[in-house]
């Protein structure tokens, strides 16, 4: 079954800070890949997605991603970190074999970020 | 540009009492899902449907079902509450064109949520 990792539950950055989010998952080929941010009290918004071809991936706010195979990771950076983006991120997979598939999600990470 | 619509924002109920909750998807967009995330929570999927047909179905107790209506707008019927129904509840949708199964992979859009307190 796929699962989705991001073991980091809570990171604090300042603001200017670069910064890079975690995100490892568990799938028998190489999966479809998201990066969701969700405000408070807010929907999950999409920030970039991953289905094939260059491995580094852009994304809006400023976020990019990078999908590593051999170590079934993709995880989100960003150079400089503004007090805005302080959020919850979940790092999702969609399923290559269900078209209409599900997303997982992993635990999310908390960023907090320092005036 | 429009986007999914989820009603009510906010709702509380009490055990053992029922709860409905509505999902407007974007226009043209012909899948629904949804998702349900506990306090503290990654979201969960609970269930989907394609073109008024049931595509998919996860971690959805018997006690809740759901349905897509013609107008492609799905409601999600929570019988019985218990305490630990209390979740954040999202809808998305996407559309998946008249081929349906064996397409490339929809971007699914994500409504606001519903958020459930059962007291």
């Known amino acids: 079954a796929q699962s989705v990792t991001q073991p980091d539950i809570h990171i604090t950055v300042s603001e200017g800070a670069s910064l890079e989010l975690r995100c490892n998952y568990s799938y028998g080929a190489t999966p479809y890949l998201f990066w969701y941010v969700q405000s408070p009290g807010q929907g999950l918004q999409l920030l970039l997605k991953?289905?094939?071809?260059?491995?580094l991936v852009q994304g809006i706010k400023g976020f990019e991603a990078e999908f590593k195979r051999s170590q079934s990771s993709f995880n989100l950076r960003k150079p400089s970190v503004h007090w805005s983006d302080a959020a919850e991120y979940f790092c999702?997979?969609?399923?290559?074999?269900?078209?209409?598939?599900?997303?997982?999600f992993g635990r999310g990470t908390q960023l907090t970020v320092w005036p | 540009a429009a986007g999914v619509i989820q009603s009510p924002r906010h709702l509380i109920k009490e055990k053992r009492e029922t709860a409905t909750l509505k999902c407007y998807p974007i226009p043209r967009h012909d899948t629904v899902y949804w998702y349900q995330q506990g306090p503290g929570q990654d979201p969960q999927f609970l269930i989907s449907?394609?073109?008024?047909?049931?595509?998919d179905k996860g971690s959805i107790p018997d006690r809740f079902s759901a349905q897509q209506f013609s107008d492609y707008h799905s409601e999600l019927n929570m019988s019985s509450l218990e305490l630990g129904d209390s979740a954040l509840y999202f809808c998305?949708?996407?559309?998946?064109?008249?081929?349906?199964?064996?397409?490339?992979?929809?971007?699914?859009?994500f409504g606001p949520g519903t958020r459930l307190t059962v007291l």
């Open positions: 999702a997979v969609g399923d290559r074999g269900s078209t209409l598939g599900r997303l997982y």
């Open positions: 998305a949708s996407s559309f998946s064109g008249t081929s349906g199964f064996g397409v490339s992979y929809n971007e699914q859009f």
């Open positions: 449907f394609y073109e008024k047909m049931q595509s």
């Open positions: 991953y289905f094939s071809g260059d491995t």
